[in-house]
């Protein structure tokens, strides 16, 4: 593999106290080698150089709740979208996130084993990523894509298990049937969605004994982890309660769930961005009356219960939900993170180390350090100054993956 000096840049790194001026990263075979003055890094014969032109390095960033596969989640059009093409337009959801900065993900449903494999042997442009394959449903549920015409919706196809499972049995076979899939990790539906066609955000779906089996059988699978989309109070209570480690959303959480989130360690992955996106969908005209207002309600008390939520110290990740939002727009995600209270270092490091130690993988990405891989992103900003700036993807002016250049705008 072929080695990269990037000189005269300043690297913004939610490790360091203070950014890094005038300094220049050596890479080879894939990893960060060196970090020093130029003038003081011996590099191999042939190494490719670029001259940073005084622009900002950062970690590349981690989403870790998006829908790779998934385009509005509008039902009703899979019913017309040939299989074929439900795969390639995941190759362009793909290459737009990474193009935005993102340079790993967390899969929260519908990438099987078979996309992670393409990721893995880089046959496209996409992040890394940890997958769910299929989140886990109750009948009626958030997953439950039967509408009550008797048509089924949801996009079937080998390797991917139907979501649908009830009672401590049935959550118990369906993890396993996850897992035999290819799961990182198990999601599970403990409320309503805001554009569900059989519920309501509100409502708590799933106990606590049926979720309590769910994250034990996770933990006999190499103590992997379980995220719950929750809405609802009632749900998040019994997620966390449950044990489970990630709360996605938490729309309706009140400080008293915060306090005890902060006790248990939970993680919540609060998706700003997914809030405004429904609402979107709402005012085009592409959701139904029910799901419409259920955005709208969502959106009014969504972003004062997440100021409650940080001010009571719950520790927050940086996720979009995108493929219910567009993708691409991934670090829009980090202004509305600083708009419930986060400084911009906080926000950034909320998509990277926070983020790489919460997956446990903070010994390979989330921080640009020697020894790490080498995923990083240029952008001409100082992003502590502008955290806006990194919202639209047009800035990030190159993508570094494991020594890889995947975009130069320089070029």
């Known amino acids: 593999m072929n080695s990269i000096l990037i000189k005269n840049i300043t690297i913004i790194n939610s490790t360091y106290e203070k950014p890094l001026e005038n300094v220049a990263i050596y890479i ?14 011996d590099i191999d014969d042939g190494t490719k150089i670029i001259d940073g032109e005084d622009n900002f390095i950062l970690p590349g960033f981690i989403d870790m709740h998006v829908h790779l596969l998934a385009n509005g989640f509008i039902k009703e059009n899979d019913l017309v979208n040939p299989l074929a093409n439900y795969f390639y337009q995941g190759i362009a959801n793909m290459k737009d996130t990474i193009d935005a900065g993102v340079t790993y993900v967390r899969d929260c449903g519908l990438a099987d084993a078979g996309v992670k494999m393409a990721a893995q042997r880089k046959i496209f442009p996409c992040p890394k990523m ?19 015409s008797g048509i089924d919706t949801i996009v079937n196809y080998p390797g991917l298990p139907r979501p649908v499972c009830n ?31 059989n519920n309501v955000p509100e409502f708590a779906q799933y106990n606590i004994k049926e979720l309590k089996a769910i994250v034990k059988e996770a933990k ?11 809405h609802g109070l009632e749900g998040i209570k019994n997620s966390v309660k449950a044990g489970i480690q990630f709360i996605e959303h938490g729309t309706y959480m009140d400080e008293s769930i915060a306090k005890y989130m902060v006790k248990k360690g939970t993680y919540l992955i609060p998706t700003c961005s997914v809030m405004g996106g429904a609402v979107d969908q709402a005012k085009q005209g592409l959701l139904d009356d029910a799901s419409s207002q259920n955005a709208y309600e969502a959106d009014k008390v969504h972003k004062d219960n997440m ?6 110290g719950v520790k927050m990740l940086m996720g979009t939900d995108s493929g219910v939002s567009p993708h691409g727009n991934n670090l829009k995600e980090l202004q509305l993170l600083c708009e ?25 990405i989330g921080s640009i ?43």
Not at 28 to 41: P, Q
Not at 220 to 230: F, I, L, P, T, Y
């Open 307 to 312: 100021i409650i939520a940080y001010e009571s």
């Open 28 to 41: 080879k075979e894939g990893k960060i080698k060196n970090i020093d003055k130029s003038t003081c890094i």
């Open 369 to 411: 350090e020697v020894g790490k891989a080498a995923d990083i992103i240029m952008v001409a900003k100082n992003p502590l100054d502008d955290i806006g700036h990194l919202a639209d993807p047009n800035n990030v002016l190159k993508v570094i993956q494991d020594g890889n250049i995947v975009k130069d705008k320089l070029a």
């Open 220 to 230: 006999m699978r190499g103590g992997a982890k379980v995220s719950a989309h929750a």
């Open 340 to 364: 419930i209270g986060m400084d911009p270092l906080e926000s950034i490091a909320s998509g990277t180390i926070e983020a790489a130690k919460a997956l446990e993988i903070d010994n390979e």
């Open 167 to 197: 009672g401590i049995e049935g959550v118990i076979t369906k993890t396993r049937e996850v897992f035999r899939a290819g799961a990182d990790f198990i999601k599970v539906m403990a409320t309503g969605g805001v554009i569900s066609p």
């Open 130 to 148: 940890k997958i769910s394959v299929t989140p886990l449903s109750i009948t009626g549920g958030h997953f439950d894509f039967m509408l009550n």
